[in-house]
């Protein structure tokens, strides 16, 4: 069992890295937007927007732990003319507030940004109350707005950046600040609603988002080291709009597609990637993994992504079987996978 | 300023064609939230014809005064004023809540002319009264929010969580009303859920507290005035008003909280309004 949560004390919270990026970036960005404002609902220590509000106390507001109202605020300032960044748990972001984000932000196709953290089960020893299992589901389903799940802090980076070039509503969806560094740098192609393409391969392809990337790509090296299997990995960030050109020439070249996420299999990545392929009318094998329907259990993140299947042997277990799977184009239904 | 015998006299005026337009509407859009809009006519009427600095020729004019309706369903009300005051052609009202209209029953800020912030679910308006006046803040800019909230609608959570966080940021530049009108859907306020003592609530959350008559304009003139000059905090007034006021039927019924009209009860209602 893996004790990477332990290695941590409040004392060294101020320094951990890739959530500090995004803060590091919004305090740059301040600077030339002087239009950006930062909303915290008692949680700036911990989604990192308190480096916003140390830099500008002045465009920074704490409304307590009331995020129904936060929300809402923030609808209002867009509404005058500014550019709000409202944080918090991406739990409560998607479901306490979430009437506001839908009716005041999104219906009103405000210019406002949601950085969702602590998504999935990267909270883990907090338990289901603090997991984000759902958001995904939920706030795809809101017309207006662009959804992003970063795969590490450098992306988080990019997606900040690049919202800014969107005159509406953007949801990002960050870990807790704990997850690996994918990217060495920030010099790589990103670009709003296109997948990146990490490794190329022919047999199978890996379609993945958030912390499950970085697994993904680790994942493809061992199985083209020991099986011999070509895996392209595709990260996924933008869940909405979904890149259907990157998916179907996936399907077509490929014939195989995992999709790998921390998130409920009902909603997510997974689901948005199943409705590309069912609606293309191409057929190929096809598996959704990631946290099969179930409230999800304790412990660390390292250990629920094992036992969610969303770490490397994960992905490579879920591969090996998919490989085994056929489909077929002919008409006996009795044999089909 | 005192309001003058004839500001009154002309606002009454106002606010009696106000209540014959909604009664039309009513008719072409086959019923709608008649009862709190009525209760709300004289608050609606001194603001647009007193007090917010408006240009209905530059809607998004960026210094102009700034009005949330809370309490959404009063769309219909807030409709027949903009129409009046040349927001757009009262034509378009004809067509109220039929297909593909710019005026359903709650009002879309993106496609009905004149409205700063779309409302119609409870509890949404305060919170981005709240942050409309925050932003001038920022901006640096000196417009004044006014927020119209109904008594029910207190029943959420999220105008608490709005109300805190006016007083906590002296928000002087937010001035806030409440319809209180006694009556929702169900019945009475005190029976379904009650509110009283209301005033001490709101003078607890932080907010400087009037309680007036609010269908008389010279009480909400005293009232707006005062607001207009408190430094110390954001000033909630509480408007005593009669659900359906002014038509004599739909007095203190709670049935026509939502509803239709007839040309023999449109007839019947405007009688009861008064010509002009």
Known sequence: MSKEGLTWTVYDADKLTQAEIYGITLCDLGEAHPEIVGLSADLARSTKIGAFGKKYPDRFFNFGIAEQNMFGVAAGLAKVGLLPFVSTFSAFASMRACE????????????????????GTSFGPAGSTHHAIEDLSIVRAIPNLTVIVPADGIETARAVRACLDINGPVYIRIGRGFEPRLYESEDYEFEIGKVVELRPGTDVTIIACGVAVLHAVEASTIMQRDDGISVRVLNCHTIKPIDKEAILKAVMETRRIVTFEDHNVIGGLGTTVADVIAESGKGCAFRKVGIPDVFTTVGYPEDLQHYYKIDTDGIIENIRELLGLEFEAD?????EV | MPITEQEITDLEKVARKLRRDMIDVTGWAGGSHIGGSLSMTEIVTILYWKYLKIDPKNPHWDDRDRFVLSKGH???????VLANKGYFDPKLLEEFNHFNSPFGMHLDSLKAWGVDASTGSMGHGLPQAVGMALGARVRKKAFHIYAVMGDGECDEGSIWEAAMAASHYKLTNL???????????DGPTETIMKLEPFVDKWDAFGWKVRAIDGH???????SID???????????????????????????????????????????????????
């Open chain 1, 100 to 119: 506001f984000l839908r009716t005041d932000i999104c219906y009103q196709n405000l210019n406002c940004k949601v950085i969702a953290t602590h998504a």
């Open chain 1, 331 to 335: 008409e006996d239904w009795e044999d």
């Open chain 2, 74 to 80: 009063g769309g219909v009300g807030h409709a027949v």
């Open chain 2, 175 to 185: 001035t806030g009303f409440v319809d209180r009108n006694h009556l929702m859907i």
């Open chain 2, 216 to 222: 008389d304009f010279r009480q909400l003139a005293d």
């Open chain 2, 226 to 276: 005062f607001a207009l000059g408190y430094n110390e905090g954001p000033v909630m007034i509480i408007c005593n008003t009669v659900k359906g006021k002014g038509v004599s039927f739909m007095e203190n019924d709670p049935a026509w909280h939502y509803g239709g009209l007839s040309a023999e009860l449109i007839e019947k209602a405007k009688k009861s309004i008064g010509e002009d």
